[in-house]
């Protein structure tokens, strides 16, 4: 089984600061990892995925998340944040051993940036 | 351009009618998904299909229905047998194909109320 937790209903930050959007999975063989958002009435958008290789990647828009393995982590993070930036945002999980797996995603993080 | 097109954006309906949400996509993709969106939750998988005229229950089939005569269609019914409708609806194309890591496409959704 493969799940996704995202503790965080709701994450505040000011214009201009760093913010984090924390992830974390499970799976039982190695993870593809995924961050997509979605703006209000929209359809959700693909930022950016961690399939194998360097642990920070990075994404649309300024974005970037670091896949940690020991903590089975994938938090996203942006060195300053935009008003724009206000969205909710999901993370999401397959097992890469498993062919035919669905994604799974998490119950998402609505972001607030305020100026 | 490619893409996925959902229609209508917005729907209502009366209790008891059947509706059907259109899902169309030009990016030669073989699987196509629907899934269901409710306030503070997740997304949650309705039905999905890896190539034509096959499809699959996800966690919350009851009460809705689908076809995959065409690759480029899948189209959902929401029945009258469907209890709580009232919803935002996506639908999301990947490329299913030996080595993908399953990202998703997602259209703009369609917004259903029962009244």
């Known amino acids: 089984a493969q799940s996704v937790a995202q503790p965080e209903d709701q994450v505040n930050v000011a214009e201009g600061n760093p913010l984090t959007v924390k992830c974390t999975y499970s799976v039982s063989g190695n993870p593809y990892l995924f961050w997509y958002v979605q703006y209000p009435n929209r359809g959700l958008q693909f930022l950016l995925k961690?399939?194998?290789?360097?642990?920070l990647v990075k994404g649309s828009y300024g974005f970037e998340a670091e896949f940690n393995k020991s903590q089975t982590s994938f938090h996203l993070k942006k060195p300053s944040a935009l008003v724009s930036d206000s969205a909710l945002y999901f993370c999401a999980v397959r097992d890469r051993g498993n062919a035919g797996n669905m994604l799974t995603f998490g119950g998402g993080t609505r972001l607030m940036v305020k100026p | 351009d490619g893409g996925i097109t959902q229609s209508p954006k917005y729907l209502f309906r009366k209790e008891g009618q059947n509706v059907t949400l259109s899902c169309e996509q030009n990016l030669n993709h073989d699987a196509m998904y629907w899934y269901r969106q409710d306030p503070g939750q997740g997304l949650r998988l309705i039905y999905y299909?890896?190539?034509?005229?096959?499809?699959q229950k996800g966690d919350i089939a009851e009460g809705y229905s689908v076809s995959r005569e065409k690759k480029e269609s899948f189209p959902l019914t929401v029945t009258s047998a469907q209890k709580n409708p009232t919803a935002f609806y996506l639908c999301?194309?990947?490329?299913?194909?030996?080595?993908?890591?399953?990202?998703?496409?997602f259209g703009e959704g369609s917004r259903l109320t029962v009244l």
């Open positions: 299909s890896q190539i034509v005229n096959d499809f």
């Open positions: 961690y399939i194998t290789g360097d642990n």
């Open positions: 999301a194309s990947s490329i299913d194909r030996t080595g993908d890591t399953g990202e998703l496409f």
